[in-house]
């Protein structure tokens, strides 16, 4: 049947209108049949400035979910769809954003003008309208002085729409602004009570990115975490090996502190070893030092992995930048010796180190912390690496980009650095 639809269209492609285009296009797109969808795009290329906005989201939307990524195709969308975007409707540019992130089109111009049209009308906008754009915005890693407001303004629409909202929108804007690094305690404490009696309907993975997204930016919210583990524990088979190492994680993140959750949990999947990947590996390394630590007296649950799970931690890229060489230049001059991105028995990156005496100084850049209102925060992989650290007896001094980017001159920049290390007793 859709064979024979598809000749007839084929031979009748021109005479098609914007909207038919469109339709045909999203009716197509689950449908592996290269040739009509590409004589779809050639013909919509050629009458691109008669789509209407809701044309120009769909036909979008239908080749994203097609996962048809044409750069040049998708290109001339944002060119006719930048004439018109306060014509756009709510949902239409938010499924709009949507399909440029599913295919990986990261066109900050073109985003900060769909921030623009978005933000004073964030109101109108649907649930998951917001959670889309939402994620559009994160996973695209749109990082600009803009999208602080941005993801402000549309946390506040989001909390008071939280009565509207299905458990894959909660998880996808918790997701989303954890991903873009913006904390925001009173939001995902909205999150967390107005979810509290819904548990029990989140699919696993969409669980599994919200407790995840807590995590990331710390939010340490006992009652909401007990009932996240009794659902979890409740359904374990459901969740997979992935789930698991990235539910593990987050737990030891925020300081979980019942071992017969996490002996329970990591227990679920002694069957399902084989299918770890490396990274769900390498946060269950960082789960076993956590656990060790945390429950000395028990034997981590994994413990017959530990090797492995050892081996696939990778800690953090080595790499300098300005931050770092400037600290390291300051330390230099002022005669605190060190060694430079030294990696502690444990595996973890100490950027500047005295080994013997176990003291480190830590340069956090932008990936070490999540921005609020007040300025930076660190966020909770940082924290969770730090109390890691700590009490495996180190000492240890964390300078935050911000307040070393203010200090204007050599003269201040010792002085900086010398009352630090005072303090500490460094």
């Known amino acids: 049947f859709f064979l024979a639809i598809i000749g007839i269209a084929l031979t009748k492609m021109n005479d098609f209108t914007p909207r038919a285009l469109a339709d045909m296009a999203w009716a197509f797109s689950s449908v592996e049949n290269d040739a009509i969808l590409k004589a779809i ?35 001339a969308i944002s060119g006719i769809a930048l004439t018109k975007l306060s014509e756009f409707t709510p ?98 404490k909205g999150i967390a009570d107005a979810t509290l009696n819904i548990l029990d309907d989140f699919a696993p993975q969409a669980l599994t990115n919200m407790i995840w997204a807590f995590a990331v930016v710390d939010m340490q919210i006992p009652t909401f975490f007990n009932s996240v583990s009794v659902i979890i524990c409740s359904k374990l088979d459901s969740f997979s090996p992935n789930n698991v190492a990235t539910i593990a994680w987050a737990f030891a993140v925020i300081c979980y502190s019942n071992p017969k959750f996490f002996s329970d949990l990591l227990g679920g999947i002694l069957s399902k070893e084989d299918q770890l990947n490396a990274d769900d590996e390498s946060q269950l390394y960082l789960v076993s030092l956590y656990f060790q630590n945390e429950f000395s007296d028990q034997q981590f649950p994994l413990a017959h992995l530990q090797e492995r799970l050892e081996s696939a931690y990778q800690p953090e890229d080595i790499h300098s930048d300005s931050h770092f060489d400037d600290v390291a230049t300051t330390l230099n001059r002022i005669g605190w010796s060190h060694q430079p991105q030294f990696i502690s028995p444990e595996g973890i990156l100490l950027h500047l180190a005295q080994p013997e005496a176990k003291k480190a100084i830590q340069c956090d850049g932008v990936s070490n912390l999540c921005k609020c209102l007040d300025g930076f925060v660190q966020n909770g992989s940082t924290r969770f690496k730090s109390r890691l650290l700590r009490q495996c007896g180190w000492t240890l001094l964390h300078l935050p980009f911000n307040e070393w980017e203010q200090l204007t001159n050599t003269a201040a920049k010792d002085a900086y650095l010398q009352e630090k290390l005072r303090q500490l007793s460094f």
């Open 41 to 75: 795009q050639n013909t919509a290329l050629a009458k691109l400035v008669k789509f209407s906005p809701q044309a120009l989201a769909d036909i979008a939307f239908a080749f994203a979910n097609a996962g048809i990524e044409d750069t040049t195709f998708f290109l």
């Open 91 to 188: 949902d239409a540019l938010a499924n709009l954003a949507w399909s440029f992130a599913r295919v990986n089109i990261r066109n900050i111009a073109f985003f900060k003008a769909i921030a623009d049209e978005a933000l004073p009308n964030f109101g109108e906008f649907c649930p998951q309208s917001l959670a889309s754009i939402a994620w559009a915005f994160a996973t695209l890693n749109i990082q600009a002085p803009w999208t602080f407001s941005f993801f402000c303004a549309l946390a506040k629409a989001a909390v008071i729409t939280f009565h509207d909202f299905m458990p894959q929108d909660f998880a996808d804007v918790a997701w989303a602004l954890a991903c873009a690094g913006i904390y925001l305690p009173d939001f995902f």
